[in-house]
């Protein structure tokens, strides 16, 4: 891809002594962007990647990443493009999903690890997926978590794409006390288009049961130096319904993928926790075919904050079998 536009640099000094976030930090160019990554428990011999989604980083894995490597597990953290530490396009053009795909595709490739571990949440599902349908030698256990991937064929190619682009621009100047209000997609995009400086901080802890600190709030809100910073998490509520000829392509490799797989969702995630996501994973995936998932109670959209040892004690004693 050409790199178009400014690439911005979170100041290193935004990140000193956040609250239990002590870990290293690793580079890795990909074609003009850096992505930056945490690598813990390096002499491990099982190896899994964390995937984020919006509008969070690799911080929304602290408390799992100890715990993990305690575990006996070498895990890998990155920050996607425009979020963390990674580097941020300006442009907002240049956050489309198969560029996001793509980054993450290239940065699994240079990893050059194989038969790894996966946990994929919310945008970490959405990219992730779509790299294990390219790579699937990638992974030997997926564990999908309060993520989706839309398959849509038919005049559903026609209409979703006019309908999330509808939601996505009903709501103007939606504030953060709008969208505690109204946790729905229209809200949430509306959100993430107001012209305000956006409250990372906050809105994340809408979408906990976890009473984040206000250190906490503002390791979240560390990443976006000004609105200039922000346009990866700004654009990504307005591409979901793209690339779906890709998407239907993924499915379909994916669909034929046999290596187990575990769905761990949130009881209480305003997005995802009835829409049936999760038993679309175990319908798809044959290796999701008489596994143990499970509903994590107490928990949000942002399950890592609200039940980290919980979700660790169900990877841990899964893979153990």
């Known amino acids: 891809m050409k790199i178009t536009g400014n690439i911005l640099q979170t100041p290193e000094d935004r990140f000193e002594d956040l609250k239990d976030y002590p870990f290293a930090s690793n580079y890795m160019d990909l074609n003009g962007v850096k992505m930056h990554y945490l690598e813990e428990g390096k002499g491990n011999l099982r190896t899994i990647f964390l995937f984020h989604g919006q509008p969070t980083w ?167 130096l000004n609105k200039k910073y922000e346009a990866g998490p700004r654009t990504m509520p307005r591409i979901i319904a793209t690339d779906l000829n890709e998407v239907n392509e993924a499915w379909r490799k994916l669909k034929e993928w046999k290596k187990p797989v575990l769905t761990l969702f949130s009881d209480k995630d305003p997005f995802l926790a009835k829409a049936g996501y999760d038993k679309k994973f175990q319908k798809n995936f044959k290796g999701a075919k008489n596994q143990p998932h499970d509903i994590i109670t107490n928990a949000s959209h942002f399950l890592q904050e609200d039940q980290p040892e919980m979700l660790v004690d169900f990877v841990v004693k899964w893979l153990s079998k």
């Open 58 to 224: 690799s911080y929304l894995y602290r408390k799992m990443i100890p715990l993990l490597v305690e575990a006996g597990f070498h895990v890998i953290a990155p920050d996607l493009i425009g979020f963390g530490k990674s580097d941020k396009p300006e442009n907002t053009e240049m956050h489309t999903y198969s560029n996001h795909v793509e980054w993450m595709q290239l940065f699994v490739r240079k990893m050059g690890i194989q038969n790894a571990i996966a946990f994929m949440q919310d945008w970490g599902g959405m990219i992730g997926l779509r790299v294990l349908a390219e790579n699937p030698n990638w992974l030997d256990h997926l564990i999908v978590s309060n993520t989706a991937l839309a398959e849509v064929k038919g005049i559903g190619k026609w209409i979703f794409p006019k309908v999330m682009h509808w939601m996505a621009n009903s709501k103007k100047n939606v504030t953060v006390s709008d969208f505690k209000e109204n946790q729905n997609f229209k809200y949430w995009a509306g959100y993430f288009s107001n012209p305000k400086h956006l409250e990372i901080g906050e809105i994340v802890q809408i979408l906990t049961t976890y009473n984040l600190s206000e250190e906490e709030k503002l390791a979240y809100d560390a990443p976006f």
